[in-house]
């Protein structure tokens, strides 16, 4: 059966390709001497690799970062696979075999990925060294092992801890980074995420590697007055009704009402990614008027208190996502905030 277009969607996240441009070109800039790339793994932040590609290829990046060889296929509909490094690197025959089919870069992690990929034939790789965060790494003591300096290594790289922090961790990891350098070759070395681009150019290198500054996160506050919201949510009104003294809203009834109240039930929920606790002091906006949310935000639906608002069945309601401020009513970490975004908003720009 054939079905004709689907009705427009009560759920819209719209992605300011316009502002995820500008903050590549500001993070560029900031890194100095060094050239930013972007890290576009998770479906670009959840933002969709469709969206963010053509808006960082038109701003100038050439480097591209993701996790999973799962994600390389969508990059590569976009640039050239020498320009993507995947950073879970070859962790057998198979993954090997594909890195060289698409032509991308693996990123190196242990001595066992080390050993798979040169006898896969080696080639051009990337090398991250473990200065401290412990996840994925070779030991700064690895560094002079024969299978490591059979790599062809393009980028040398380590991953910075607690760059959003005021933390001694971070030039103990930086210190630990340069003792490496000497011991292996490579065209060019990378350290800086996008908090760690704001923590100046002893951390900058070669090459940079933004993240969720990117997409509208503020890791630092040296970035906060430069770097722009790049996603907004708005979802429909699906039904509006009046409440009387004692009525009670959503699961487990913990949100009575005290006064005549209208309110508003909206096409959002936890399976959007607005997880349950957005409800404690979250709220919607319509036009001037904020729309505190009332009970528990349930998987597809957020009832709102509607106020002294006009607001009527059908209307749009946004999300305050600016990723900072989302942050902290929400509680989640800005990188949740853009990730866990579910897959029935239309992405627009």
């Known amino acids: 059966m054939t079905l004709p277009e689907p009705p427009p969607a009560s759920l819209r996240l719209t992605i300011d390709k316009a502002a995820l441009a500008e903050n590549w070109r500001t993070l560029d800039r900031l890194s100095g001497t060094a050239e930013a790339g972007a890290a576009v793994k998770a479906d670009g932040y959840g933002l969709g690799i469709d969206n963010v590609m053509p808006a960082l290829l038109d701003a100038g990046a050439r480097h591209f970062f993701v996790a999973h060889w799962s994600e390389v296929g969508d990059v590569l509909r976009y640039v050239r696979g020498e ?59 690895e560094a002079g092992d024969p299978a490591i300096q059979a790599l062809q290594v393009d980028t ?10 005021e933390s001694v961790l971070n030039e103990r990891q930086l210190a630990t980074f340069r003792a490496v350098l000497p011991q292996v070759q490579a065209q060019q070395i990378s ?22 500054a990117l997409y509208g996160g503020v890791p630092r506050v ?20 009046n409440l009387q003294p004692g009525d009670t809203v959503g699961y487990n009834a913990v949100w009575q009402a005290q006064e005549p109240t ?6 959002l929920g936890y399976a959007d990614g607005i997880l349950r606790s957005w409800g404690q002091g979250g709220a919607l906006q319509h036009g001037e008027h904020r729309l505190p949310i009332i009970g528990r935000v349930s998987m597809d639906m957020i009832v709102v208190d509607c106020g002294d608002s006009q607001l009527k069945e059908g209307d749009f309601c946004s999300l305050p996502y600016g990723l900072p401020q989302a942050a902290e009513v929400s509680g989640l970490s800005q990188y949740e905030l853009l990730t866990v975004l579910g897959h029935r908003f239309l992405r627009q720009s």
Not at 127 to 133: A, F, R, V
Not at 156 to 165: G, K, N, R, V, Y
Not at 223 to 238: F, G, H, K, P, Y
């Open 83 to 141: 320009q993507v490094a995947v950073l879970h690197g070859v962790a057998n025959a198979e993954e090997a075999a594909y890195a060289k089919a698409a032509g991308c870069v693996p990123v190196i992690n242990s001595m066992a990925q080390a050993r798979c990929w040169t006898e896969a034939g080696g080639g051009t790789c990337h090398l991250m060294i473990d200065s401290g965060i412990n996840r994925l790494g070779i030991s700064p003591v």
């Open 156 to 165: 040398l790289m380590s991953h910075l801890a607690s760059a959003d922090e």
């Open 191 to 212: 350290l800086a995420n996008s908090a760690g681009i704001a923590l100046g150019s002893d951390y900058h290198f070669d090459l940079t590697r933004p993240g969720l």
């Open 222 to 241: 040296e970035l906060s007055r430069d770097i722009r919201q790049v996603a907004t949510i708005e979802a429909a009104v699906l039904q509006v009704r």
């Open 262 to 267: 209208r309110a508003a039930t909206i096409s």
